[in-house]
């Protein structure tokens, strides 16, 4: 699938671990579609990850660093400019993680400390980003900027616990930053609300089998996968959707628009016998 949408285009792809990771879906589309690219996540995952093999496969280089730390960031910004030749066209935020969850602790019992990590990992690294980028003037005119969100910013999900606060935040950041970007400099900012992603931080959700079988079940697409999410993206970047901005865009297969699905309401009904339904009727 090859139409050069990205041909000539410059970016910075946080977020990259594994190829179970939508970062990694990202690069190598964005690399077929004719982009250049850095790549960066924190040292500890250039090290516990496999990134050096998605940087030979694009010729993309890696720049650790900590997007929760400003310094690190003017780092990125400033090496990935000078690498790739130029100011940047795209920019991906896929990052994301709680201590909360990986710690098992309930919604209702949180560590307060872990969740200020959650939400400056998750979100708050967010407005950082966008806010060195632009107080650098890093980001071309029509530049495009996409956060990697879920639904459960706006709905509760068993199990998703603080990440949904994280997720909300994101998505405010995005507006409001949007705006502002948009009016100062013509560059775009949205969030994609992607459906449940097996990916390595999406598998530490509580229930994340039964949430992907329950969306499969009640989005009359069915769940999108992290390719198909890559795709979306990748037109995101593109200059076909330059007056797009401050949205956040449902990815899901129609989940966040249905109610309840037939195969959803038949996988519920199996639960009960025929003379409990007639009763209930």
Known sequence: MEYNLLKGKRGIIFGALNDM??????AEMAHEQGAVFTLTNTPVACRMGTLNDLSEKC??????????????????????????????DFVLHSIGMSLNVRK???????DYNYLN??????????????????????????????GLSYVAAQRSFYGYNDMA????????????????YGREKKVRINTI???????????????????????????????ATAEECAGYCITMFSD????????NLFHDGGFSNVGMSLKAMTQYNKSFDTDEIDTMD
């Not at 650790?64 to 940047?88: C, H, M, R, Y």
């Not at 606060?165 to 502002?180: M, Q």
Request: hydrophobic share 40%; net charge neutral.
């Open 104 to 110: 098992k602790r309930v919604y209702h019992d949180l």
């Open 117 to 146: 990590k959650t939400l400056d990992i998750s979100a708050i690294s967010f407005h950082k980003m966008l806010q060195v980028a632009f107080k650098s003037n890093a980001i071309n005119e029509w530049g495009s900027v996409v």
């Open 21 to 26: 990771s939508i970062a990694w879906k990202v």
């Open 59 to 88: 010729n993309a280089p890696v720049i650790p660093a900590d997007a929760t730390n400003v310094a690190d960031l003017e780092e990125v910004f400033a090496k990935s400019t000078e690498l790739l030749g130029g100011k940047i």
């Open 165 to 180: 606060d994280a997720k909300a935040l994101l998505e405010s950041i995005g507006r409001s930053f949007g705006y502002i």
């Open 240 to 247: 076909l959707t330059r007056k797009v901005t401050m949205q």
């Open 193 to 223: 609300s992607q459906s449940p992603t097996m990916t390595t931080a999406g598998s530490g959700v509580k229930g994340f089998d039964g949430l992907m079988d329950f969306s499969e079940r009640m989005s009359p697409l069915g769940n």
